[in-house]
């Protein structure tokens, strides 16, 4: 139905001229109310071909002016409308964006219908069969605000098979957004989304209400995790662990603040004394291989220390300082009788008579009998990442080294290890780490952590959605737990070849993204991972949804990266230059509907939606807790008295 004609076409917008006959901003078509009137209404006009050109109101004008020209053409209203092209929807009802063709001026302009919005948002085959409506094709976002009463769907594949952000201000809806998407997605009947594999890092602890096992598919499997759990609150959670064996030696650094060069090799021996060491007192075949690497390795110091010394008195002291801290080490860890004796049999060479030891010492030492080859093969074995070793051997390692760097004349390792050895102490004592030290199931590597702890392996379709309470953990921490998890599961992905890298998809969703996806600051990790999952990720199916209340803060790698984006009210200024400089379609209009916007409402653009919709989210039932606290209700109560007796 036609209301009105063009009288000016721009580049970028056309004016409408009403006609006399349209009085109002809403009419009736096939029992369906459409209002067009209204900022950010759809309108259409057309071109010479015959294509449709589909348009939104940004302004509405009143002109009382006469005009015989418009008269002619029954243009004398008052009101006029400045439109905004979008996009074409050519004769064969495809939609594009852009223009190609514009129309010319006095072109009829009409109402956009509900069957034109269907025909432009539902995907279509070439054989013109529509196949977005079926239950496990889309899932429903909310209502449009451009069109106003229709109901707005997302494809499943667009939204899912490419990185997408969740951006907005504290308070804008992105939880809730969140919360409706997962929702919708596991409460699919028929197959259950049983295939689908989602891990949420709930930095707030706000997620667990929205995704009670009451009110989703009963075939869908949900775990709840949080680390150090210590308050009858968390009986909701189970214990959730990151074993510190399988951190990688790059992990290791960044949480110990370790510099790349100087600290890096110092760190590398210390782990692998620390896989020795835990091995010399495990009863095992192999355990008097690793005493005989031991002694190989005493000798050595001391063989260094005898070869430096000026005097003997200088080489018994310091060899009897090193044999004392050796039998203090041993003892601090458990009694082990081969090595003290051992050690005494060699302290008891260190006898001295006027300054001379009459080479006692280096007798004993030539006369040792070690495994000379076997220690060597011990000492070029390397620690897997993901083996076992106990880190109570920690220290240990630390003295082991440090005496030998010491007995080589490098008088300043300790200071240059201090921050290094100051952290390691953190790690040791901290209760923020407790869930990487006392972990109550011990895992034979990285794919076994993955497969026990989230579900994740070949053909099975176990624990479909998993949220981690991240809350009570400091930044440093969560920053190590969120990378050295998404690292293991890329490292597991890009084993896939052929059609496997498309089965068994893994979606992260990054609450407060910004807090461990930085723009412009050195992350803890050397590489953050989650910008390389963001440039890779998708070749193997692993994805990112990130959500930030904060756009300016984060990785422009990432950001620019992602394909979808639901963008909430941002009203600081930093932040809307910041999407604008990132993203290269991102236009002057988006930035006044974003601050504009109200909680709840969202912009949608990207590889989900044809063109870029104004959308009402449909609140979550139940919602996560995440709003805000109503002060005059906790600050303005009436005083409960205790057995209703008055005070004096």
Same mark, same amino acid.
């Given at each position: 139905?036609? #209301?009105?004609?063009? %009288?000016?076409? *721009?580049?970028?917008?056309? &004016?409408? =001229?009403?006609?006399?006959?349209? +009085?109002? @901003? ?104 529509? #196949?977005?409506?079926? %239950?496990?094709? *889309?899932?429903?976002?909310? &209502?449009? =605000?451009?069109?106003?009463?229709? +109901?707005? @769907? ?495």
């Amino acid at each position: 139905m036609n #209301i009105g004609k063009i %009288i000016s076409v *721009e580049y970028d917008k056309f &004016r409408v =001229k009403l006609f006399h006959t349209t +009085k109002t @901003s809403a009419l009736s078509l096939n029992g369906q109310i459409y209002y067009f009137g209204n900022i950010g209404s759809f309108l259409k006009t057309y071109n010479v071909i015959g294509d449709s050109i589909i348009c939104e109101v940004v302004a509405i004008l009143d002109h009382n002016i006469e005009s015989k020209i418009y008269s002619s053409y029954n243009l004398d209203s008052a009101r006029e409308l400045v439109i905004k092209p979008i996009g074409t929807l050519d004769k064969n009802r495809n939609f594009n964006m852009g223009i190609g063709i514009f129309p010319t001026i006095y072109s009829d302009v009409s109402i956009v219908t509900f069957e034109d919005i269907e025909t432009i948002l539902s995907t279509v085959h070439k054989d013109g069969k529509h #196949i977005d409506n079926q %239950i496990h094709k *889309e899932i429903e976002i909310g &209502r449009s =605000k451009n069109l106003i009463n229709y +109901k707005i @769907s997302l494809n499943i594949n667009k939204l899912f098979n490419i990185h997408t952000a969740v951006l907005g201000n504290s308070g804008s809806g992105k939880s809730n957004t969140i919360a409706h998407i997962l929702q919708e997605v596991y409460r699919k009947q028929d197959n259950h989304a049983v295939g689908a594999k989602t891990i949420l890092f709930d930095v707030n602890g706000e997620y667990p209400r929205a995704f009670e096992k009451k009110h989703l598919n009963e075939q869908i499997q949900i775990k709840f995790y949080k680390p150090n759990t210590t308050t009858k609150s968390d009986i909701f959670y189970a214990d959730f662990f990151l074993p510190y064996y399988l951190l990688n030696l790059d992990e290791w650094l960044a949480f110990l603040m370790a510099s790349e060069r100087t600290q890096k090799p110092f760190w590398d021996r210390v782990l692998q004394e620390s896989f020795k060491f835990y091995r010399i007192f495990q009863s095992t075949e192999k355990q008097g291989v690793y005493v005989n690497y031991f002694k190989w390795k005493t000798r050595n110091i001391l063989n260094i220390i005898v070869s430096k010394a000026d005097s003997d008195t200088a080489k018994i002291t310091a060899a009897q300082g090193v044999i004392l801290r050796f039998k203090n080490i041993i003892a601090e860890i458990q009694s082990n009788s081969v090595l003290n004796t051992f050690l005494d049999e060699i302290n008891n060479k260190c006898d001295i008579s006027y300054g001379n030891n009459d080479g006692h010492l280096s007798g004993c030492l030539v006369d040792m009998k070690i495994d000379e080859e076997q220690a060597i093969a011990i000492n070029e074995e390397r620690l897997r990442t993901g083996e076992y070793f106990d880190y109570k051997f920690f220290k240990t390692a630390v003295d082991m080294v440090l005496l030998e760097e010491e007995a080589k004349g490098n008088t300043r390792i300790r200071e240059f290890v201090s921050t290094m050895l100051s952290r390691l102490d953190y790690f040791l004592n901290n209760s923020d780490c407790d869930f990487m030290r006392n972990c109550t199931i011990t895992y034979s590597n990285s794919e076994d952590y993955l497969k026990k702890c989230f579900g994740i392996t070949d053909n099975d379709f176990t624990d479909q959605l998993i949220v981690v309470d991240s809350s009570e953990v400091g930044s440093d921490v969560l920053e190590l737990m969120t990378s050295v998890i998404s690292r293991m599961i890329f490292d597991y992905r890009k084993k896939k070849q052929g059609d496997n890298r498309r089965k068994e998809p893994v979606h992260l969703i990054l609450d407060e993204a910004h807090r461990y996806i930085k723009k412009d600051a050195e992350y803890i990790l050397k590489e953050n991972i989650f910008e390389r999952i963001a440039r890779e990720g998708r070749k193997f199916s692993l994805y990112l949804l990130i959500s930030s209340q904060r756009p300016s803060e984060l990785s422009s790698t990432v950001l620019s990266q992602c394909g979808n984006y639901i963008v909430h009210r941002i009203q600081n200024e930093i932040d809307m230059k910041y999407i604008y400089s990132v993203l290269p379609y991102f236009s002057d209009d988006y930035t006044t509907k974003i601050k504009q916007a109200v909680p709840g409402e969202a912009l949608i653009f990207g590889n989900c939606v044809p063109m870029p919709l104004q959308v009402k989210v449909t609140r979550a039932n139940p919602d996560p807790n995440s709003e805000n606290c109503d002060i005059s209700k906790e600050w303005f109560q009436k005083k409960i008295l205790k057995d209703n007796i008055a005070p004096f």
